[in-house]
């Protein structure tokens, strides 16, 4: 009996013993990747030219959700990254443009603009920027949070706005590309020097070797044909070529628009590409047992687009290129960190609309509502209407900035102004779709689901007083050449969301997700608090 207690005893301790609290298991890397400028459909459109060990790799070990959208306006490249590291959107996090009027200081401003810093690598002002304007915190902040520092937070990419807000604003270092001199750069915000293998990459010139070489077709011209004419007349001649077909050089560029020629080339992506894998090894991400963060965004994509449109030998080959780029880095994953021990995401922050000048010459409905003409019209009907001028201080983004002061100056009602404005812009312009006043949307809360993209993109403090969305198909300015992107339709919000590698299973799935689920899904899969605005929901379970 007393043998039989024993051996109950002996078993009971030793369950106990396992059931003792366990180091919670971790990926040793997060990787998060965003294409600026990717349409969900590049995924399909150009699979047929893909290698196996990028995007298909991805699309078929992966995680797939093939119904990704954004869920605000506009779609544009400094909200995006941030949303998509916030979880959030701009009614929360506050970047809600690349650029935007700042009524404090009654001058435009950049999202991450910052005059108290200093450019770290270089002796221009491109390094005078900083994460400052981002109000909420990203998954990087959740995870050095989390870990009270030793975790590991790198971001690179050729647009400062694209290393910058993914970086959050805990980041030991985000590293940008200097357009007047080939070098990548920071700011006094994280360091004060380069560090020494920044430093040793920017001594290798890459920049000029691989601008020493034409961007030739990586395939056989027959697998770009479906695309219409090489020299289509939707293209710009980005290269002062005299043409816009292949190849293209860049022999006779000098100075910066040699430099400045490099993001709208597959060469930006290589060199984004190259600095993360030196950053794997060198910052040995990856390597203990506390997760790190490698955030790259690869610009040239959304380049190539404004220039080219997405009808262009050049996007397909872009992608095809960028193919080819992301199995080299998930070669060096694989070597430096092991396959199975990071966790990667890919994304997008916008897509582009249809090219829009071959969208009118085959008769499809496009125009656009000219935000300078737009704005003397207005002008004029302040005058009359409520004799007093400068009433609008702005109008940019699609949205209106009413001077408040100059409205309690002239006794005027605000409410009233709004409303009388309204009027006006519905009965005047029949580009505009929809209007929305600031009385409108304030007192209202942001949604995961777009219930409202405008308010979704609306924050109180920074927004204007009137939001205008355009018809489908409607720009702020008319475009003859290339595509852009910024609108609340289907063609800017429909991105790829692949999520890839530990304990991310093979999947597609195809229901409604949004881009801000994406911190929550990588924060709940690390176990720690999601950002600290985020309105997403973890997707793997
Ligand atoms: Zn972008
Ligand atoms: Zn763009």
Redesign the pocket.
């Known amino acids: 009996m007393r043998k039989l207690l024993f051996t109950l005893l002996l078993l009971l301790s030793a369950s106990v013993y396992t059931i003792k609290p366990q180091t919670v298991q971790r990926p040793k890397l997060v990787v998060g990747i ?1 294409v ?2 990717m349409r969900y459909e590049y995924l399909y459109r150009f699979y047929p030219y893909f290698g196996e060990r990028g995007f298909k790799r991805l699309m078929s070990e992966g995680s797939n959700f093939t119904y990704a959208h954004y869920n605000y306006v506009p ?4 909200p ?2 941030a949303s998509v590291s916030t979880g959030s959107t701009p009614f929360f996090h506050g970047i809600i443009s ?1 650029a935007w009027y700042d009524r404090t200081t009654k001058k435009g401003r950049t999202s991450v603009e910052d005059d108290s810093a200093s450019t770290v690598g270089g002796n221009n002002d491109e390094g005078k920027k900083s994460p400052r304007m981002l109000l909420a915190t990203t998954m990087t902040d959740q995870l050095k949070l989390a870990s009270i520092g030793p975790s590991k937070v790198i971001s690179v990419s050729i ?1 400062d706005r ?1 290393a910058i807000l993914p970086g959050g604003h805990l980041a030991d270092g985000a590293f940008w590309y200097d357009e007047t001199n080939g070098n990548f750069i920071t700011s006094s915000y994280y360091m004060k020097t380069l560090p020494d293998w920044v430093d040793k990459f920017n001594r290798k010139k890459l920049a000029d070797k691989l601008l020493s070489k034409d961007w030739v077709l990586a395939k056989p011209e027959e697998a770009y044909k479906n695309n219409g004419a090489d020299n289509s007349p939707f293209e710009h001649d980005v290269f002062k070529e005299g043409k816009t077909n292949f190849p293209h050089s860049f022999a006779k560029l000098k100075g910066e628009d040699f430099y400045g020629a490099l993001p709208n080339t597959p060469y930006g992506n290589e060199m984004v590409k190259e600095l993360a894998c030196e950053a794997i090894t060198n910052e040995r991400l990856g390597k203990d047992d506390v997760t790190d963060f490698l955030a790259i965004s690869f ?1 040239s994509p ?1 380049y190539v687009g404004h220039a080219y449109g997405i009808y262009s030998y050049e996007i397909q080959d872009i992608y095809i290129r960028l193919d080819e780029q992301i199995a080299d880095l998930l070669k060096t994953l694989d070597e430096k960190v092991g396959k199975g021990n990071y966790l990667l995401f890919l994304t ?3 897509a582009a609309e249809e090219t829009p000048g071959f969208l009118k010459s085959v008769n499809m409905p496009v125009g656009a509502l000219n935000q300078a003409r737009a704005l003397d019209s207005l002008k004029g009907f302040c005058k009359n209407a409520f004799n007093a001028n400068e009433v609008i201080e702005d109008f940019s983004n699609n949205q209106i900035f009413l001077n408040r002061k100059v409205i309690q100056n002239n006794s005027l009602n605000y409410h009233t102004v709004l409303q009388k404005l309204t009027d006006y812009l519905y009965n005047t312009f029949p580009q505009i779709q929809n209007i929305q006043t600031r009385d409108d949307l304030l007192g209202q809360t942001a949604t995961r689901e777009p219930k409202d993209f405008v308010l979704n993109g609306f924050n109180s403090v920074r927004s204007g007083d009137i939001a205008i969305t355009l018809l489908p198909g409607y720009l702020p300015s008319n475009m003859s050449k290339g595509t852009t ?1 910024g609108t609340s339709y289907a063609y800017d919000t429909h991105v790829p969301m692949l999520f890839y590698g530990w304990h991310v299973p093979a999947q597609e799935n195809n229901s409604p997700v949004y881009i801000v689920d994406i911190a929550a899904t990588i924060c709940n899969l690390l176990h720690i608090t999601e950002p600290s605005c985020c309105i997403g929901v973890p997707l793997i379970r």
């Not at 779609?75 to 400094?78: D, L, R």
């Open positions: 965003i600026d400028q779609t544009q490249t400094a995006g990254h690349n647009k694209a610009s959304d997008a922050d916008h992107h």
